[in-house]
């Protein structure tokens, strides 16, 4: 149980940690608060910014606001 006295996967659905690629092991910045064996899903990616300063600032060709509002007019008539 948690804190919060309710089981982990009832109270949490994400935690965001960062971690550092070093000897073969992922090794996290900062502790979480889990329960010992907690069994986990780890997801591996590169921050956008490393991606902009690679490649350069995308451009975009389609005003993702109208793209956005298009799309909830869609949903909604649906």
Known sequence: MCEN????DD????IKAYAVYKDGMLVLEDPVSLPEHTRVEVVIRKKFSEFVKKFGEPEAKEDIDQLLLANRRRMRDE
């Open 5 to 8: 006295n309710c089981f982990w």
């Open 11 to 14: 109270c949490v659905s994400a």
